[in-house]
């Protein structure tokens, strides 16, 4: 069973250029989740997304930034027009649909996809 | 609004210590908390997950403490090895699935 699968690992782009992150969550999961890890900070919620749907945006920025899991795959952040302080090191994590007692509730992180903004 | 604070914010210690690390939140009213472990460059790896009902999980040579009602969560590494060096992560999860993260503690195993 294959883990959170998150590409690309890393990515370098002009100020100015479009990002795009993309991550599958593990098989039977349908819960997707985004945190930012800024350099020398603690990672900070972004985005929840069921399958075709954002149950909450709370910590996505209101500008440039937005998220999106089809029912066919990926799930996908995209940053328009990236700034230097867009860099960071992005995950995406996944959850089980169902509560499946204490190991199910576990939420599994993938490897991570580094943006550097040049 | 959750806040969760990880002391030390670095430790240094010789192999074959036992050590204790602390994690401390604002908002008692949480569905579990866990902790991770991330090496440099590196994604996240849970190590022990406790439900908010549960005091203490148990996994190898790592022991997990929950005192919901205090606020406070403790990661006890027994025996510690140079492969333990990484830094250690404290999260809770909130109703809605929202993990709220510390800041992490850097731990360094000298051998």
């Known amino acids: 069973n294959a883990g959170v699968m998150q590409n690309p690992r890393h990515l370098v782009r002009r100020r100015g250029q479009e990002a795009r992150l993309r991550c599958s969550p593990m098989?039977?999961?349908?819960?997707v989740y985004w945190y930012r890890q800024l350099p020398e900070e603690g990672l900070k919620f972004m985005v929840y997304?069921?399958?075709?749907?954002?149950?909450?945006e709370s910590g996505m920025p209101k500008e440039r930034f937005s998220a999106e899991f089809p029912k066919e795959g990926p799930s996908i952040l995209r940053i328009q027009q990236v700034v230097r302080g867009d860099s960071a090191a992005y995950f995406c994590?996944?959850?089980?649909?169902?509560?499946?007692?204490?190991?199910?509730?576990?939420?599994?992180f993938g490897e991570g996809s580094w943006l550097t903004v040049v | 609004k959750q806040e969760v604070t990880q002391i030390p914010a670095a430790l240094s210690v010789p192999e074959g210590e036992n050590l204790v690390l602390n994690c401390s939140f604002t908002?008692?009213?949480?569905?579990?908390l866990q902790w991770f472990r991330q090496d440099p460059g590196k994604g996240l790896t849970s190590l022990l997950l406790?439900?908010?009902?549960?005091r203490e999980q148990t996994s190898g040579r790592l022991n997990a403490s929950l005192d919901k009602s205090s606020g406070r969560s403790t990661l006890y590494i027994a025996a510690s090895q140079p492969g333990d060096s990484a830094t250690y992560l404290c999260?809770?999860?909130?109703?809605?699935?929202?993990?709220?993260f510390g800041a992490g503690t850097i731990l360094r195993v000298k051998s």
């Open positions: 999260a809770v999860r909130e109703y809605g699935n929202k993990l709220v």
């Open positions: 406790i439900q908010s009902s549960q």
């Open positions: 994590a996944s959850s089980p649909t169902r509560d499946r007692g204490s190991s199910g509730n576990t939420i599994y």
């Open positions: 908002d008692s009213a949480i569905y579990n």
């Open positions: 997304l069921q399958k075709e749907n954002i149950i909450d």
């Open positions: 098989k039977g999961h349908s819960h």
